[in-house]
């Protein structure tokens, strides 16, 4: 390594009496920094959502596409340090941030409406035409930061990286405090302001921290490291790239087959961003070989994850989360560890960056077009079998060979059986082997293996007749051969339910007996034009006369194919063949249609993801507007966590509409799977237009109440409608 000496002895004693300052300017900015990044996530988010709802798909491309942006600064920043002087740096910086304040306030035409089965493009066009130049700019900051703290010659330069500590910090506080303090008190608009604001105080204090490095630059002895080899930046990328893979495994698979829960998501990626803090803290507060050690328990916990769920689906989500939080913990453990010297943090932050791309990438673009099941968490919890320090590569390498082969069977020549017994073999001879040897590493990673092959056989031996996702979700269908009933589950939410062998007829949510059969009785004999945002398998289709003209508005294609073209459901296609399916977002759809509508049915709220879109006063004003003078509008509410009357009952006068509800519950005895619990409320302009319903005693009138908030597309606050 070279020693660069600089002139101008006078500069280096002006800063260190300024040190402390330096230190909380520094701190304050990189912490800033972060927290804007991860506020105007979720922002941009809800601003996207009345285009393309709130699916598992929406996040995980959103998150690519912040990754990829996170790697684009981090590269713009190496460059920057490498080729000008500090001082240019922070003039080159100030030119970049203020260009991105030409992108404020951050806003999305209402115009804007992707068609197409996957819209994973014109969702990332749209991310780079709003927030690309401005978040790339806030990216930078972070390795530009620690850089010129590096080299301003303060007492603490040698490892600045316990300011990336406080940049996940920042990023840490702006995830919790999103949904808890600035959704409920600040509109969408305020907060675009609010943001651009913050925005441009940064710019001062990034500026501010550049003019302390620079002063103390020409007073520093700046060490060079030799250049990292490959070997270094692979290893980094590796131990980047598998937690960031994790991240998005496990939280697509607690939130589609272990528990439904809203807001769920924000658990594991708190965790990723708290390891950060931990690992690249002054002072780590969990030693770096303790975690290690603990690695053979996270394996078993993740091993146990996968059976818990019938148990106890909290206890299922715990050790999903505990695992992936002590693996992510070695993984940037290691990467603390290995960390170069000042002089290559721009690099090292590139590296970083590129792993987490590449780790995102695979899990949330590629996955999806190679799986039709969520496997990537498995067989990134098999990956880990490569980076955790084993006696034998050959060990890992057929550790990842047993959980690839019963996961990967579709796409091979070979029967199911046949691949379980095969990875089942694998596993047992390296198990012999473990306990041969004491290994205990190598023996829980075996536990692990063979607990994924035997769950993976459970569920293809059970009922499951077909699985499949698409960009939205991910969808089973299951065969009762007892009760001879077929039924579809997106994630863990019943989408519909079909009798095998006998005339389809309505079920579940949808019986004639319950809320949706009283409006049909009601006001169906009048009803010529009948519209459904949510098709589910079409069971309201069989409240369809032949003179009637039935349209299914539905997001997405897959459930299209699912219901009227797999042959594994027939009710759409026996009770309404002339229904009309329109893909794509129903509410902008409908308010394009043109159509004059009796009676419209909104079902698409019975899972934890509401499409808070469907459900504000500018949306039952598009419904108004689709609706005849005397129409009505069915609003399917039945949900495991949210309540949703107080807030129809709070916009239904603001439109001049009247509300009714009720709580459906079945005779004891009754099989839930084809008569179930429902909740509904029907609106209309005036009590007439419901006919017996308004003096049914089972329905009861709705009224607003002064404490409940008005939900509109610039204003929602979604814990308030947690029951």
Not at 446 to 463: K, N
Request: include cysteine; charged fraction near 15%; glycine fraction near 8%.
């Amino acid at each position: 390594m070279t020693i660069e000496t600089m002139s101008a002895p006078d500069a280096r004693p002006a800063l260190e009496r300024a040190g402390p300052l330096a230190v909380v300017v520094f701190t304050l900015s990189l912490f800033s920094s972060a927290f804007l990044l991860f506020w105007i996530e979720p922002l941009f988010a809800r601003l996207l959502l009345p285009h393309l709802g709130g699916s598992q798909g929406v996040w995980a491309t959103c998150l690519v596409f912040f990754q990829a942006s996170l790697l684009i600064g981090y590269g713009y920043a190496h460059l920057l340090a490498r080729a000008l002087s500090p001082r240019n740096q922070v003039l080159a910086q100030f030119v970049v941030l203020a260009v991105g304040a030409l992108f404020l306030p951050i806003t999305l035409s209402a115009n804007w409406n992707p068609q197409a089965d996957s819209p994973v493009l014109p969702l990332l066009g749209i991310l780079v035409a709003s927030l690309g130049w401005p978040f790339c700019a806030l990216s930078a900051n972070a390795p530009l930061l620690q850089n010129w703290f590096a080299r301003s010659g303060h007492a603490r330069a040698s490892n600045p990286y316990f300011l990336y500590a406080a940049s996940n910090a920042g990023s840490l506080a702006a995830l919790l405090a999103y949904p808890f303090l600035i959704e409920p008190n600040i509109t969408l608009g305020g907060q675009s302001q609010v943001w651009a604001y913050l925005y441009f105080a940064l710019i001062g204090a990034v500026v501010c921290a550049g003019l302390f490095a620079a002063r103390g630059r020409e007073a520093v002895a700046v060490e060079h490291a030799a250049a990292s080899s490959w070997r270094a930046r692979l290893t980094w990328l590796a131990y980047a790239a598998l937690p960031s893979s994790l991240l998005l495994g496990v939280t697509g698979y607690v939130t589609t087959d272990v528990a439904s829960f809203p807001l769920l998501w924000i658990a594991p990626l708190a965790l990723y961003l708290l390891t950060f803090v931990l690992t690249f803290a002054a002072h780590p507060p969990l030693p770096h070989r303790l975690v290690l050690r603990a690695l053979p328990g996270a394996i078993l916990l993740a091993a146990a994850g996968f059976w818990l769920g019938p148990l106890s689906i909290w206890a299922a989500v715990g050790a999903h989360f505990l695992a992936f939080f002590l693996i992510a913990m070695a993984c940037h453990g290691e990467m603390a560890r290995l960390r170069p010297q000042a002089d290559r943090l721009t690099e090292f932050y590139f590296w970083m960056s590129l792993g987490g791309v590449v780790g995102g990438a695979l899990t949330a673009l590629v996955s999806p077009l190679v799986f039709k099941e969520i496997i990537e968490y498995p067989l990134a919890l098999g990956l880990v079998c490569l980076l955790l320090p084993l006696r034998s590569p050959r060990d890992s390498a057929l550790l990842v060979l047993a959980i690839a082969i019963p996961l990967i069977e579709p796409l091979a020549p070979f029967s199911f059986t046949l691949s379980i017994g095969l990875s089942l073999w694998i596993v047992a001879m390296l198990l012999f082997a473990a306990v041969a040897k004491r290994d205990i590493m190598i023996a829980a990673a075996c536990v692990l293996v063979a607990s994924l092959v035997a769950h993976t056989f459970y569920i293809r031996a059970g009922d499951v007749v077909w699985r499949g996702r698409s960009f939205y979700g991910a969808y089973t269908v299951t065969e009762n051969k007892t009760a001879k009933y077929r039924v579809m589950f997106h994630g863990t939410t019943l989408h519909g339910v079909e009798r095998i062998g006998v005339k389809p007829e309505a079920l579940t949510y949808y019986s004639p007996k319950g809320p949706l059969g009283d409006v049909m009785r009601a006001v169906g004999p009048r009803a010529e034009n009948i519209g459904a945002i949510g098709l589910g398998v079409g069971s309201e289709a069989c409240f369809a006369r032949p003179d009637q003209s039935w349209t299914f508005y539905e997001i997405d294609p897959l459930v299209g194919k699912l219901a009227a073209q797999s042959g594994l459901f027939h009710t759409l296609t026996s009770c309404a063949p002339q229904a009309k399916l329109v893909y794509g977002d129903g509410r902008l759809n409908l308010a394009h249609s043109g159509q004059k509508l009796d009676i419209l049915i909104l079902d698409a709220f019975s899972s934890d993801a509401i499409p808070i879109h469907l459900m504000t006063r500018e949306a039952f004003a598009t419904y108004l507007r689709a609706l005849k003078p005397h129409g009505v509008i069915m609003a399917h509410i039945t949900n495991r966590y949210f309540n949703l009357a107080p807030i129809i009952a709070r916009i239904a006068p603001e439109d001049g509409l009247v509300a009714y509800e009720r709580n459906f519950h079945p005779p004891a005895g009754t099989d839930m799977a084809l008569v179930s619990l429902s909740r509904w409320v029907v609106l209309a302009r005036d009590p007439a237009d419901l006919g017996a319903i308004a003096h049914d005693p089972n329905w009861t009138r709705l009224r607003a109440q002064p404490r409940t908030k008005l939900w509109t597309d610039d204003f929602a606050d979604v814990l308030s409608a947690l029951e």
